[in-house]
C-alpha cells in the first residue's frame, strides 16, 4: 500500500487568472490548430474539440453538424459497415478527420479490415475503459503496423508513465480520463481515477516530451471546463455529456426528453453486449436529458467561451492557451458551478 500526498485537481479546483492583453475582441482568436504527429503521415487543422464515440453522441449526424463548424467527432464503433464506408467516401481531403472507433477483440479487427477495403480510413480511435494492461499496448502497436499512416488515439489512462508507453507503442494521441465523465461510475464501482485536471497536466507533459499528444477525455460540464483542460495542455478535448439531447445525438425525444447514457452502462450492455456479464458489473448509468434541438447553437457557446477565455489571458491562438494560463486554486464551496456532475 502507498499513499501519494501532493495535491491533485479537477476542474472545478481552479479558476484561470486574467492577463494583460492586446486583443480587443474575441473575433481576433483563431481556435484551429495544426497538428503534425509522431507516427502518422496525415495533419490535423481544424478545432481540436472531438464529440465523444458514445452511441448516444458519435452518430454521423454528429460527425456531420460539427465538421460544418471545424469540430470532429469520433464515431461510435455500433455503426454498420456499410453506414461508415458511404459516410466516409462523402468526406473530401481537407485534414480534418472524423475517427473510426473500434475495441480490442478480432472482430473488431475484422470489421477495420472490412471498412477499410471499401473506403479511407485517416484516423483511428482504440477504446477501452482501461488502458493499463499489456494486451492493449500490445495491440495498439499492432494496428500501427497493420495502418501506419493513420492517426492513432488509444486510450484510457491517467498517468505519465503509460501515455509515454501507449506513445511508444505507436499512438500519436494518448486519451487522458478514467471516472471524470458524468455518465461513468467507475470511481463509485471501483474506487480508480485520478483528478482531471491533473491527469490532463502530467499526461500532456509526457506525451508533449516525446512529440506526442493528448486528448482530454471526460469531466467537462461547462464551457469553462474546456478552457481549462486547453489551459492544462491538452491538445484536443472530447465531450459527451456538454453535446448530449440534440437532435444530431438520434434518440428518440419523449416529453420533450432524450436518453443520455455511459457505454458501460446496463442499457448499453444490454443492446450491444447481451447484458451484463457475471463476472463484471456495470460502470455507467443512465438519464433523461431535455431535448435542446439542434447542436449547433450549444457549439457556439462552447466556442464562444473559449475565445472568451483566450480574450482574458491574451493568447490570439489557441494553441498559445496554455502557455498564457496560471491556475488560481479555489475553496469549492465558493465555486458557483460546482454542481456534482449534473449536465447543464
Known amino acids: 500500500m502507498q499513499i501519494l500526498n501532493d495535491i491533485k485537481l479537477d476542474y472545478s479546483d481552479v479558476l484561470i487568472r486574467p492577463k494583460r492583453s492586446t486583443l480587443g475582441s474575441r473575433s481576433q482568436v483563431d481556435l484551429f490548430r495544426e497538428f503534425e504527429f509522431l507516427h502518422s ?133 494518448v486519451k487522458v480520463g478514467i471516472g471524470p465523465g458524468s455518465m461513468c461510475t467507475t470511481r ?32 467537462c460540464r461547462l464551457p469553462s471546463d474546456v478552457a481549462k483542460a486547453f489551459g492544462g495542455g491538452a491538445d484536443f478535448v472530447m465531450l459527451g455529456g456538454m453535446l448530449s439531447g440534440h437532435f444530431e445525438c438520434g434518440g428518440t425525444v419523449v416529453d420533450n426528453m432524450m436518453e443520455f447514457y455511459g457505454m458501460s452502462s446496463k ?33 457556439m457557446d462552447i466556442l464562444g467561451g473559449l475565445r472568451s477565455t483566450c480574450t482574458y489571458v491574451g493568447a490570439s491562438k489557441l494553441k498559445e492557451l496554455s502557455k498564457r494560463t496560471t491556475f488560481v486554486r479555489v475553496n469549492r464551496t465558493h465555486e458557483p458551478f460546482s454542481n456534482g456532475g449534473k449536465n447543464e
Open 188 to 219: 463509485m464501482q471501483t474506487g480508480v481515477g485520478y483528478p482531471q485536471l491533473s491527469a490532463v497536466i502530467e499526461c500532456a507533459d509526457a506525451a508533449h516530451g516525446l512529440g506526442g499528444h493528448i486528448c482530454a477525455d471526460g469531466g
Open 267 to 299: 442499457i448499453a450492455m444490454d443492446k450491444h453486449s447481451g447484458g451484463v456479464a457475471e463476472y463484471r458489473s456495470s460502470e455507467g448509468r443512465s438519464q433523461l436529458v431535455p431535448f435542446r434541438g439542434p447542436v449547433d447553437e450549444t457549439v
Open 41 to 173: 503521415t496525415q495533419k490535423y487543422n481544424a478545432t481540436p474539440i472531438m464529440a465523444a464515440n458514445m452511441d448516444t453522441i458519435g452518430t454521423i449526424a454528429m460527425a456531420r453538424a460539427l465538421r460544418a463548424r471545424g469540430l470532429c467527432t469520433a464515431l461510435h464503433k455500433h455503426h454498420s459497415v456499410d453506414d461508415i464506408v458511404s459516410y466516409f467516401n462523402e468526406l473530401d481531403d481537407k485534414p480534418n478527420p472524423v475517427f473510426y472507433s473500434m475495441g480490442i477483440k478480432e472482430e473488431d479487427v475484422r470489421k477495420l479490415n472490412m471498412v477499410s477495403d471499401h473506403t479511407t480510413i485517416n484516423a483511428i480511435m482504440i477504446d477501452v475503459a482501461n488502458g493499463y494492461s499489456n494486451r492493449f499496448e500490445d495491440f495498439v502497436h499492432r494496428i500501427r503496423g497493420l495502418y501506419p499512416e493513420a492517426i492513432i488515439c488509444a486510450g484510457n489512462v491517467v498517468t505519465n508513465e503509460m501515455t509515454e508507453q501507449l506513445i511508444i507503442a505507436g499512438a500519436d494521441i
